[in-house]
């Protein structure tokens, strides 16, 4: 088994005792940092970071540079696979990503494909080597893929949406079309995030960043489904340590209980739910992960104090407490101030884990 110097990560994710609550932040790669972005301008655009394992890895560094952080992220998109399904993934500077053909309908889905994710997607596991190689044992590295549901969301619109319509419409016009979508997109994810696994990520995250655009019952049937295919397909031990599996489901509320119940290691949980309130709905089966506002951090360093005081006096004592953010750091933070919250978080947390 390698060694790791620093595993609170894992063991919090274990619900296992910790000395103080582990913390990173998601998006803690990426635009408010001058560094990340020299890197990106030099590459000429994020895909080419992306799709260069030294250049991930050197900007999956740079925020451990900076902050006593408890994890990396891989430096990746959740968009790689609908990508290497061939749907053309670019990005358009200010309107985010956006695909050159889109999967519009039942013949569009039935003209996919399971790709060969070692083939089609092996620069992603050569930055999780790569990476693993420069952490040398620090702390863990965790790797994540989009939710089926999430990832269909833009294969279908074509690009970022904010009603959904299309997709929507394929829900109620062809149910059974947009169920192959999902389960082919469920299918190629567990291949992705297992070859992460194989590669070197010890933990593993399921980003559905839109999941809560969905009434309760078609989230049961079109995401969580398809996220718990993806739970029970995964290698949940490698190198003689368990891998813990991370769901999020932006917007989850009360659904947070059915997301408890799939399998999984530990949820995120956004800042629309306090922890105290999850922690009811999960009953201590999963670790929880989360969940102060990120405009927190465009105040003053006394009430980003206060924001990280709140989410820990939230969650209350004992283990099973990653702390974050409720979802990604934006562009515009100064990042002074995430410093203000990572000091904070290991100034304030060891009080609750006597
Ligand atoms: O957390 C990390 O540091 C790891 C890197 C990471 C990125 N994307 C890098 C990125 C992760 C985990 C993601 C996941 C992702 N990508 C999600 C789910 C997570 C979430 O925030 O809910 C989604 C929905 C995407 C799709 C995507 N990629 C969008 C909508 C955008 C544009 C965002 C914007 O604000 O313009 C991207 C691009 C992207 N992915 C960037 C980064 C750092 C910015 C690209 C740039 O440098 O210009």
Redesign the pocket.
């Known amino acids: 088994m390698a060694r790791l110097e620093n595993d609170l990560l894992l063991r919090a994710l274990l619900r296992e005792p910790v000395p103080r609550t582990p913390v990173w932040i ?6 408010y940092l001058p560094e ?1 972005r020299r890197v ?1 301008e030099q590459a000429g ?2 895909m080419s ?1 992306c799709c260069n394992p030294d250049l991930a890895c050197e900007v999956t560094m740079q925020p451990l540079r900076r902050y006593k952080l408890d994890a990396a ?7 790689t696979v609908p990508d290497a399904m061939g749907l053309g993934l670019y ?1 358009v ?1 200010g309107e ?2 956006q695909f050159e053909r889109p999967v519009r309908t039942a013949a569009d889905v039935r003209a996919l494909r399971r790709p060969d994710v070692e083939r089609a997607l092996g620069y992603v596991f050569e930055a999780v080597r790569t990476i693993r190689r420069e952490l040398n044992g620090r702390v863990p590295l965790i790797g ?1 893929a ?1 939710s089926p549901w ?1 990832v269909a969301t ?1 294969m279908v619109e074509g690009r ?1 949406s904010r009603d959904f319509a299309t997709i929507k419409r394929m829900a109620t016009a062809e149910p059974a079309a947009l169920q192959s979508l999902l389960d082919l997109v469920a299918a190629t994810t567990t291949d992705y995030l297992n070859a992460q696994i194989a590669a070197g990520a010890q933990a593993v995250m399921v ?1 559905d ?2 999941g809560g655009a969905l009434q309760a019952d078609d989230y049961r049937r079109f995401s969580l489904a398809s996220m718990q295919q993806i739970v029970d397909g995964l290698v949940r031990e490698h190198d003689g340590r368990r891998v813990p599996v991370i769901l999020f489901t ?1 917007g989850a509320g009360a659904l947070l209980a059915d997301m408890a119940s799939t399998g999984c290691d530990a949820l995120g949980v956004d800042w629309t739910t306090d922890l105290a309130t999850a922690r009811r709905y999960v009953e201590d089966k999963v670790a929880l992960q989360g969940n102060l506002d990120p405009a927190t951090l465009r105040e003053s360093p006394e009430m980003i104090r206060r924001g990280v005081a709140a989410v820990l006096a939230s969650y209350g004592n004992g283990p099973g407490h990653v702390f974050n953010l409720g ?2 750091i934006t ?1 515009d933070i100064d990042p002074a101030h995430l410093g203000v919250l990572i000091d904070a978080v290991h100034e304030l947390s060891p009080q609750y884990h006597r």
């Open positions: 998601m998006r803690q790669a990426g635009r990340y990106r655009d994020f970071v992220i891989l430096f990746s998109d959740i968009l990005f500077a985010g990503p994540f989009g999430t833009y970022s980003f960043t839109w932006k979802h990604g562009p």
